[in-house]
């Protein structure tokens, strides 16, 4: 093809690896984000944050599921 040499051969694409730990540092990332967000509009500790966050997510889970507790 026009533009490419011989020396194109040595370069190569993302191994499934490295799609996989960018795709884990963006969820990571945004979930601390979010946490962080938390704890400041609730004015909590970001321990605190995190787990009210968490039950939070699995109560509206359960509700949208259609699951009693």
């Known amino acids: 093809m026009m533009g490419y040499t011989g020396m194109d051969d040595n370069i190569k694409g993302a191994d499934e ?3 996989v730990y960018s795709a884990l540092d963006e ?3 945004d979930a601390v ?11 909590l500790n970001f321990r605190d944050a995190c787990l009210v966050n ?4 699995v ?4 509700k949208i599921s259609g ?3």
């Open 33 to 43: 984000h979010q946490n962080w967000q938390y704890s400041l509009d609730n004015d």
């Open 59 to 62: 109560y509206n889970h359960y």
């Open 17 to 19: 690896i490295d799609i």
């Open 67 to 69: 699951i009693s507790a």
């Open 54 to 57: 968490a039950i939070n997510k």
């Open 27 to 29: 969820i990571m990332t």
